[in-house]
């Protein structure tokens, strides 16, 4: 089981902090950095040091470290057009050295759409413009040398020089879906991704969600083990009790709550958890860190449930 850190920096981050943590997991050898692409916050946060986009952290991400992975869970189709995307994804891929990774979505936080005005259309048009900007990265990705791709899309026609937008990556960085395993995301999943995260769910739901994608592989003609079977869970694991409750504090979370429904309590316990998703079919875990100033949590994963779990 491969581990990497993803953070939810809308709800109050600078830069100067996420690339402490960047560097952190660097040095402790965590498999990659993610961060959320939002431009709100969410509940209670106050938001503050900062808003700060993803892809923007990202970039700088790229140039500050050194061979951590980097990406997003995930980028709305809402927020970035399919070629100015295209730009931005190799671009960051070059000042990395090839180390991208691009976790894409359909948008569902209305809100922030409204306060920024930004078009949130219907679930459907969404769906429509993530299949095009995923055939839009694909014709890029695969043209051959001197190629142009040529796409009518459902929402926008391309008609771009391939090689000029070619990413460090041969043929470009991982692309990662997720969600609740319909049909619709089961068959862009089968056709585009690298990669199936389940977000937040029980091991039970996270089964059947990777099950249901397995189907639509097989009904595809590819073979499901070329996917990366993932998920991600709320962190909240302490050496005592009185160290989990501290820290499911700091993230206004009941301990209990955590401990039902996220990777919560001690090392043995979250170790137990991650073993469960394992026997399941996973490979990778993003553990959901809240709480960015207590690097002594990084610390002590790295430590105590790594070396058991990898």
Known sequence: MELRIFTEPQQGASYDQLLSVARLAEECGYGAFFRSDHYLKMG??????AYTDAWTTLAGLARDTSTIRLGTLVTPVTFRAPGVFAVQVAQVDHMSAGRVEVGLGAGWYGDEHTAYGIPFPPLGERYKALE????????????????????????AGFSLDADPLRPAQNPGPPIILGGAG?????????????????????????????????????????????????????????????????????????????????????????????QGFAAAGASRMYLQVLDLADTDHIRLVAEEIMPQVA
């Open 132 to 155: 095009d900007q995923l055939a839009l990265l694909d014709g890029i990705w695969t043209a051959q040398p001197g190629g142009k791709v040529e796409l009518r899309g459902q929402t």
């Open 182 to 274: 319909g049909a619709k995301g089961s068959r862009l999943a089968a056709t585009y991704a690298s990669e199936y995260n389940v977000a937040f769910r029980p091991l039970d739901d996270t089964e059947k969600i990777h099950d249901s994608v397995r189907r639509a592989c097989e009904t595809q003609g590819r073979d499901p083990a070329s996917m990366v079977w993932s998920a991600a869970q709320v962190l909240c694991c302490g050496a005592s009790d009185s160290e989990v409750e501290r820290r499911a504090q700091a993230i206004g979370r009941d301990a209990a709550e955590l401990r039902a429904h996220g990777l919560a309590g001690s090392p043995a316990e979250v170790i137990d958890k991650i």
């Open 44 to 49: 209670s946060a106050s938001g503050l040091p």
